[in-house]
């Protein structure tokens, strides 16, 4: 998608702190931290948002999980806690469309999250 910001990191048109990359998935650094570890886990196909998943990405946004637990482990952040989650659309509190997983540990977490 020519004007979205993730697709670019994929691309590498701009830079991105990023952690983790495979076929289908990159990790990198949010580039305005919550928390002291703050990655984003994208998925390399462009969907806007939550409610464009299809039954064809179940298997992407388990997959999408599962790298947030290995990098929560490798972050050392996996035995105190983390939390993992993805906003969608404005009330959701999303900014980029393009779906990501926020992974976000290394301070207690509150709830509600406001
Ligand atoms: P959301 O509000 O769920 O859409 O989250 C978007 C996140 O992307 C925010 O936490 C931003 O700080 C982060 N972000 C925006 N642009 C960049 C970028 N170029 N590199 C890294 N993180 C970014
Ligand atoms: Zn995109």
Do not use: S
């Given at each position: 998608?020519?004007?979205?910001?993730?697709?670019?990191?994929?691309?590498?048109?701009?830079?991105?702190?990023?952690?983790?990359?495979?076929?289908?998935?990159?990790?990198?650094?949010?580039?305005?931290?919550?928390a002291p570890v703050?990655?984003?886990?994208?998925?390399?196909?462009?969907?806007?948002?939550?409610?464009?998943?299809?039954?064809?990405?179940?298997?992407?946004?388990?997959?999408?999980?599962?790298?947030?637990?290995?990098?929560?482990?490798?972050?050392?952040i996996?035995?105190?806690?983390?939390?993992?989650?993805?906003?969608?659309?404005?009330?959701?509190?999303?900014?980029?469309?393009?779906?990501?997983?926020?992974?976000l540990g290394g301070r207690?977490?509150?709830?509600?999250?406001?």
């Amino acid at each position: 998608m020519p004007d979205c910001i993730f697709c670019k990191i994929i691309n590498k048109e701009i830079p991105a702190k990023i952690i983790y990359e495979d076929d289908r998935v990159v990790a990198f650094d949010d580039i305005e931290p919550q928390a002291p570890v703050h990655v984003l886990i994208i998925p390399k196909e462009h969907v806007a948002t939550l409610n464009d998943l299809t039954e064809e990405h179940t298997e992407l946004v388990g997959y999408m999980t599962q790298v947030a637990k290995k990098l929560a482990k490798e972050l050392g952040i996996d035995e105190k806690g983390y939390r993992v989650l993805m906003n969608c659309n404005r009330q959701g509190g999303q900014a980029v469309y393009h779906i990501h997983l926020h992974l976000l540990g290394g301070r207690q977490m509150h709830w509600p999250p406001g």
